[in-house]
């Protein structure tokens, strides 16, 4: 992407010189193909007036904070008036089973359940309190309405078969962020649902897109996104591991926010390892090339220096 305000592009082109994150999170919208020239417009009158590498962060962070990430209005990610990235929400098989992995210690925190107390419930399928548990998370509040990324389950069945499928879901999904080095382990739960439930939320609230691609305002700065050329449906997740042939790489997908149902519940489980020790240059070159050639587009982005 660039910026049609010389100043703008400036700005981009100084936080690209930075080194490390820094520059991984500048080169997710110098790559970005799929923003649309209305949201870009809308962008880019958010971020008016930003001069330097972080101001220009700073923008993108209020932006996705003030326009992706709502309580209750409809994310800039879903609107027809900005073009968004639409997957054919109309279209896509509505018996396909989505899957996303949330980690639960703030809505445990918030309805002082314990781990263990919401393991047992779910083991007996005690409803009553697994919806009571839900009741609390689905507050917006506590669940705002940002988008969900999420991936199709029949592409990660080997993660979701292991007896660490929360580590090893978590690395394929490329979830960073879900580090238990420093606090401990994280209880997350293995939420599966289908198009069909998606589309029939977005039919309740109104909403004629409820599945596009992810683009890089979609969330925060964050190194470990990776936008996907438009010449792939779907984007491509950033794996935790460098991309080899046993692994291809992963459909990944934003839908609206679903309100959840205890059916939704799949699986209780914590992450208990830290991420391999990977260098993000190595994760990013390697997902670079495997984009490329899945694409055919190898003119697509630039290898991290």
Request: hydrophobic share 40%; proline share 8%; charged share 25%.
């Amino acid at each position: 992407m660039r910026f049609l305000d010389p100043t703008l592009l400036a700005a981009l082109a100084a936080w690209r010189r930075e080194t490390g994150t820094a520059r991984a999170e500048a080169d997710n919208i110098w790559f970005e193909e799929r923003v649309s020239p209305a949201r870009q417009q809308v962008f880019e009158d958010a971020a008016a007036g930003a001069s330097t590498a972080d101001g220009l962060r700073r923008r993108h962070i209020d932006y996705w904070e003030t326009r992706v990430k709502v309580s209750e209005d409809t994310p800039h990610t879903f609107l027809p008036a900005l073009a968004p990235a639409d997957l054919g929400s109309q279209v896509i098989d509505e018996y396909q089973t989505i899957i996303r992995l949330e980690a639960l210690n703030r809505p445990l925190g918030k309805w002082w359940l314990s781990y263990d107390e919401l393991e047992k419930a779910h083991g007996n399928q005690d409803i009553p309190l697994l919806q009571g548990f839900l009741d609390v998370w689905n507050d917006s509040n506590i669940r705002d309405h940002r988008p969900a990324f999420a991936a199709w389950k029949d592409e990660v069945l080997t993660e979701i078969a292991a007896g660490d499928w929360p580590d090893q879901l978590r690395d394929r999904l490329g979830l960073a962020h879900y580090n238990p080095a420093s606090a401990g382990p994280i209880p997350v739960a293995r939420m599966e649902y289908t198009v069909r439930e998606v589309k029939a939320e977005a039919a309740r609230v109104g909403l004629p897109i409820c599945f596009t691609a992810p683009t890089v305002f979609d969330s925060g700065p964050w190194p470990y996104f990776f936008p996907a050329p438009p010449e792939l449906a779907y984007g491509r997740a950033m794996a935790l591991d460098p991309v080899d042939d046993k692994k291809r790489l992963l459909a990944e997908m934003l839908h609206i926010r679903l309100t959840y149902l205890p059916r939704h519940i799949a699986k209780i489980g914590c992450i208990i390892r830290p991420p391999a020790a990977r260098e993000l240059k190595t994760l990013r070159n390697s997902h670079l090339l495997a984009v490329q050639a899945a694409s055919s587009r190898g003119d697509f982005g630039e290898e991290m220096p």
